[in-house]
């Protein structure tokens, strides 16, 4: 689904991305992992076109990124922080999106009932909370039943219930065939979603492949400081 | 339009009206009147199907006081020299030409009247101020409800006394100022009126030199190349209800005094020298209520003192007074100053002049004890338009924030413009002008 | 084009709601009524008018936009994750802001003329050059502010620099170049001045009013390149033309900033 081939990316004097190979299987669920800084947005970016890329290649579906952006019909994309136009209503983002990319059919709007944001829907983004301002952004994400779904700290601001909601819709749509690649800081939540993982560090792929492979290598139980021994192991 | 139609009236009611017409047009024919007593009129007729076919062999075989009816038809017979007291009528507007070699009329005698003619192609000469009709030196003499074309001087008074320019349309070549000459030229002449006429394409509409009680009025003066009206010398002079447009280089009036100036309108004067009305050495005269209205510069005074300027109103000017510092005990009262660029403008840093109780419509102040004066002075001239007298060029920032900026501290604390040019007591409301 | 304006119907109903819109287009209302009320002269309404337009639109849409941008720039990057041209999405955020700025002002002082119909009608010219400049000035400077925050990360930045084009533009741009004219006042300096004005967005627009309002100034002057240039139809025609050059050039200039940036 994903080929990333010599991938650099530089902010000004400051490396982000160095070398950064990596494929990621049609169907896969995977987990990007890594400390703050490390380049995961960064990465993630470069897939939507929101940054370009300083060199390398990056290929969506056997499609270059490189400016045009039809590819990204078949991508759902979450923020990590959610904001919209202020005044306009939820139904009326809805509707926007959905009047920009022209569908108005085969759209998945289950998560507008699982993450009940029904009553919410004549309110101005404005006014809303930061997690049901989430909640919008994880629909909007799903609407589109997009091949691939990138998804931010999906459920970083969200109350428990809507948080398993999602995580229950996500493990279902990748079931479904769909391509999920997340990030997160929650190893257990990671561990609970996601076979694949990769962990990323200083803009460099330090581990790519299964969970369990992981923990092997590093001989702990626990994701968690299977990471942490990870990250111990490439800082000299 | 309106004189020619009266012309035709009077024409219709034949020689018995124009008679009793003639002493109400000018006063001083009544009097003269009683000098050459009415023996019996005859009246010649002149045209081409007539046994007198010239207006020259009408004019020959007339004596004194005849009356010669001119039928409709074109004469063109060189120059007619009229030297006794005649009536010279025109039937149908015939047209006397000129040939554009010679002068056209050239009256040496009194009481002449000439009236309802269209006299065209008056020779250009750079040696000779060649008129289609010229008085010279005569009395009473009547130029009335006439039409000139194309003539190098259309209506020329020289030494003339106690005659009447009335209900003329003058259209000259209006080509250049060299091969044009002057619509109404009035040279040492005294108690002369000139009213109703229209003139345009000359060099100077009307032109008024050495000349005393001349009364003007009621003319209109437009599209000439230099002076829309220009006169010098000419004292006590009334200059009344006339219209001033577009003239190459507005109005200019110098080294006269006693001249009233009242109801005339400036207009549309446009250019670096041009001026809706030039003072030059004028002294103890008064202008009130006159228009000027959309001129680089609406009044501009040099070397003028005693003048009287009252209730007239400046509108939509460049500048709309423009006062040299050569100007002293100049009196402004009771104008209104309306959408002009600059108010007053200045080339001194002193004045000698006084502003009191005009209309600006600039003024910002306010009037708390309800008199109608403002309460706070308004200083009419902005540091700008000093600027501008120095560096031309900074014109182009005009009604710029900065500038505003600018003038707004030079108001509050003068340093370049004149601290004694000031109105204290600014109207708050327009002057009704009647 | 189509999501150009897709994106823009969207963000004038998100602007519209705003009450500041309200403010801004009740400002305008007052003004202009008051101004009629107590001016009363048309053409003199007029001339204070445009006075205020050259003042309050740039400011008002320099601020306005730069705020707007730096508030959705979570939205932007919503947006660039859908199929949408990044060129399309600048075309959509500026109209987005620049037409309901306009039709706020438009509605403010055309409200106004309204109730004071028979003046406006006198001064009909003027009345519309006033809203064509006041119209045009937006998108400049809209354009402006958009190209200021694609180029700066940092909001307070941002406003800074965008504040600092506003007064170099309205003010200081003017003392320079008067300063310039009393430095060289002996050399020929109209074509460098003319030049210096087409330069300057504001300028040029007052440069417009002149044309309208000072015509008789103007002529006072004995340059011929002025002389050519305020007594002829062409003066009106450069003037117009640089304009729309400069909401373009900005547009354009912003464009590309906003399709080479990094989210």
Known sequence: ?236 | ?434 | MRETLKLGRYQLRDLMRSKWLFAYSGFFFLVTFALFRFVGDGSKVAVSLMNLVLFIIPLVSTMLGTTYYYGSREFVELMLAQPIKRGSLFAGLCLGVSIPLVLSFLAGVGGAFLFCGSEVAQDLPAFLTLLVVGAVLTFIFVALAFLVAVTNKDKARGLGISLLFWLVFSVIYDGLVLLAVVCFADYPLEMPLLILSILNPIDLARVLILLKFDVSALMGYTGAVFQQFFGSSWGIAIALTSLVGWSVLTFILGRSCFARKDF
Request: glycine content about 10%; overall charge positive.
């Open chain 1, 1 to 236: 689904m994903i080929e990333i081939r010599g991938l650099k990316k530089r902010f000004g004097k400051l490396h982000v991305l160095e070398e950064v190979n990596l494929t990621i299987g049609k169907g896969t669920l995977t987990a990007i992992v890594g400390p703050n800084g490390s380049g995961k947005t960064t990465l993630i970016k470069s897939l939507l076109g929101l940054v370009h890329i300083d060199r390398g290649e990056i290929t969506i579906d056997g499609r270059k990124v490189n400016g045009d952006c039809a590819y990204r019909k078949e991508i759902g994309y979450m923020p990590q922080i959610a904001r919209y136009p202020e005044n306009l209503k939820v139904r009326e983002l809805l509707g926007m999106l959905k009047d920009l990319r022209g569908v108005r059919e085969g759209l998945d709007e289950e998560l507008v009932e699982q993450l009940e944001i029904g009553r919410e829907m004549e309110k101005p983004l404005r006014t809303l909370s930061g997690g049901t301002r989430q909640k919008v952004g994880a629909v909007i994400a799903f609407l589109f039943n997009p091949k691939l779904m990138i998804l931010d700290e999906p459920t970083a601001a969200l109350d428990p219930v809507s948080s398993s909601r999602l995580k229950d819709k996500i493990v279902a749509e990748n079931r479904k065939g769909k391509t999920v690649l997340l990030t997160s800081h929650n190893m257990n939540e990671i561990e609970e979603l996601s076979e694949q993982i990769v962990f990323l560090l200083e803009g460099r792929i330090y581990f790519q492949g299964l969970i369990a492979d992981l923990k092997r290598q590093s001989g702990e139980q626990n994701l968690e400081r299977a990471v942490a021994a990870l990250m111990r192991g490439a800082r000299p």
């Open chain 2, 1 to 434: 339009m309106q004189s020619s139609m009266t012309t035709r009236h009077r024409l219709g009611n034949g020689l018995l009206a124009g008679l009793v017409v003639l002493p109400l047009v000018l006063p001083a024919a009544a009097a003269q009147g009683a000098l050459f007593p009415p023996g019996p009129v005859r009246e010649i007729v002149v045209g081409k199907d007539r046994p007198i076919k010239s207006i020259k062999d009408g004019v020959r075989i007339a004596s004194s006081g005849d009356r010669i009816l001119v039928r409709k038809g074109s004469y063109s017979e060189g120059n007619i020299v009229i030297d006794k007291p005649l009536t010279i009528l025109g039937e149908g507007l015939p047209q006397v030409d000129g040939g554009g070699k010679d002068e056209i009329f050239t009256v040496r005698a009194d009481n002449v009247t000439i009236r309802g003619l269209l006299i065209k192609n008056a020779g250009v000469s750079f040696m000779h101020d060649n008129a289609a009709v010229k008085i010279d030196g005569a009395r009473n003499c009547i130029i009335e409800g006439n039409r000139f074309s194309n003539d190098f001087f259309a209506v020329y008074l020289a030494k003339a006394t106690g005659c009447t320019v009335s209900g003329n349309r003058i259209s000259g070549n209006g080509k250049a100022e060299a091969t044009s000459g002057n619509g109404i030229h009035l040279w040492h002449c005294s108690d002369v009126k000139v009213s109703g006429n229209y003139v345009t394409d000359q060099r100077d509409g009307i032109y008024i030199e050495f000349s005393n009680r001349v009364l003007i009025e009621g003319n209109q003066s437009e599209k000439n190349l230099r002076y829309g009206l220009h006169f010098m010398f000419s004292n006590s002079c009334r200059y009344l209800n006339n219209r001033f447009t577009q003239n190459g280089a507005g109005v200019a009036v110098m080294y006269s005094k006693n001249v009233e100036m009242r109801g005339n309108r400036f207009e549309k004067n446009w250019g670096p020298a041009s001026y809706g009305l030039l003072l030059k050495d004028m002294q103890q005269s008064r202008i009130a209520g006159n228009t000027l209205a959309g001129n680089t510069i609406g009044i501009y005074s040099e070397g003028s003192f005693g003048m009287t300027v009252e209730q007239n109103t400046f509108s939509r000017n460049g500048v709309g007074i423009k006062l040299l510092g050569s100007s002293t005990d100049n009196r402004f009262t009771r104008n209104n100053f309306l959408g002009n660029s600059f108010d007053v403008a200045t080339n001194s840093s002193e004045t000698q002049n006084r502003f009191e109780g005009n209309y600006w419509d600039n003024y910002q102040g306010y009037d708390l004890n309800k008199d109608g004066i403002g309460d706070v002075p308004y200083r009419p001239v902005r540091l700008f338009s000093m600027l501008i007298t120095d560096y031309p060029q900074s014109l182009i920032l005009l009604r710029s924030l900065f500038i505003d900026v600018l003038d707004l501290a030079e108001r509050a604390f003068p340093v370049l413009t004149p601290e004694a040019l000031v109105d204290r007591r600014p109207l708050m409301r327009r002057v009704c002008i009647d």
